[in-house]
């Protein structure tokens, strides 16, 4: 039996190429195309699909995000993340936020079909750039993942698109308590003057790259 995919991409013209490319292989089965994360969200939940494609920038929220959710929703489920989207920040945030694989969009379809099937298959996939990515954060003493944890990179990041912690805190799943102890701990921690203070230091270090600022948050 084939396995079930959902394709989670806004770009007609690309999510329609995926459609083509990928169902004439007989060991898929393109089962919904969606355009929005809502969309993709609704249509995970309909097919519970062995393997979810999903592009990091979406017009209703984040691809990062969408794929957060449903991995708290569904641990199981495999998602691959096909994405323009190549700096350490964001490669690093797919690898440790439990993606099963990472393709960049300039690859050549050999290698998206052989990560696709790898994913579906239950295994990982990801391209020489994220681990490329990887060993320089790695190296680097002053590396992001280094001064703040995963959750308060995104909380830092949403902080940075001007969400309020009420908003913050219905994104990520979060009480309003959590949300704010967590920003007052940032800013204590790192010696800054306030909330400007932690936008800036976030911004200077890319967080504001690993949300999307439009819409304020992402209504599922």
């Given at each position: 039996?084939?396995?079930?995919?959902?394709i989670?991409?806004?770009?007609?013209?690309?999510r329609e190429?995926?459609?083509?490319?990928?169902?004439?292989?007989?060991?898929?089965?393109?089962v919904?195309?969606?355009?929005?994360?809502?969309?993709?969200?609704?249509?995970?939940?309909?097919?519970?699909?062995?393997?979810?494609?999903?592009?990091l920038r979406?017009?209703?929220?984040?691809?990062?995000?969408?794929?957060?959710?449903?991995?708290?929703?569904?641990?199981?489920?495999?998602?691959?993340?096909?994405t323009?989207?190549?700096?350490?920040?964001?490669?690093?945030?797919v690898?440790?936020?439990?993606?099963?694989?990472?393709?960049?969009?300039?690859?050549?379809?050999?290698v998206?079909?052989?990560?696709?099937l790898t994913?579906a298959?239950?295994?990982?996939y990801?391209?020489?750039?994220?681990?490329e990515n990887?060993?320089?954060?790695?190296?680097?003493?002053?590396?992001?993942?280094?001064?703040?944890?995963h959750?308060?990179?995104?909380?830092?990041g949403h902080?940075c698109?001007?969400?309020?912690?009420?908003?913050?805190?219905?994104?990520?799943?979060?009480?309003?308590?959590?949300?704010?102890?967590?920003r007052?701990?940032?800013i204590?921690?790192?010696?800054?003057?306030g909330?400007?203070?932690?936008?800036?230091?976030?911004?200077?270090?890319?967080?504001?790259r690993?949300?999307?600022?439009?819409?304020?948050?992402?209504?599922?």
């Amino acid at each position: 039996m084939p396995a079930t995919v959902v394709i989670v991409e806004d770009q007609r013209m690309f999510r329609e190429l995926l459609q083509s490319m990928l169902g004439d292989s007989s060991e898929l089965e393109i089962v919904e195309l969606a355009s929005t994360a809502k969309h993709g969200w609704e249509a995970c939940m309909t097919h519970r699909p062995d393997l979810v494609l999903i592009d990091l920038r979406l017009p209703d929220g984040s691809g990062l995000e969408l794929g957060m959710r449903l991995k708290r929703q569904f641990p199981n489920m495999p998602l691959l993340a096909v994405t323009s989207l190549i700096d350490p920040i964001t490669t690093n945030q797919v690898f440790e936020s439990g993606f099963h694989g990472y393709v960049e969009k300039d690859q050549s379809y050999e290698v998206l079909l052989e990560a696709v099937l790898t994913v579906a298959e239950g295994g990982f996939y990801f391209t020489q750039l994220v681990r490329e990515n990887r060993k320089r954060i790695f190296n680097d003493e002053n590396a992001v993942n280094k001064i703040l944890s995963h959750r308060e990179q995104l909380i830092v990041g949403h902080l940075c698109g001007s969400q309020t912690n009420k908003q913050i805190a219905q994104t990520l799943g979060l009480s309003l308590r959590t949300v704010e102890n967590h920003r007052y701990r940032i800013i204590k921690r790192l010696g800054l003057q306030g909330s400007d203070a932690l936008v800036e230091f976030g911004r200077k270090l890319g967080l504001d790259r690993l949300v999307e600022s439009e819409p304020p948050h992402l209504e599922l």
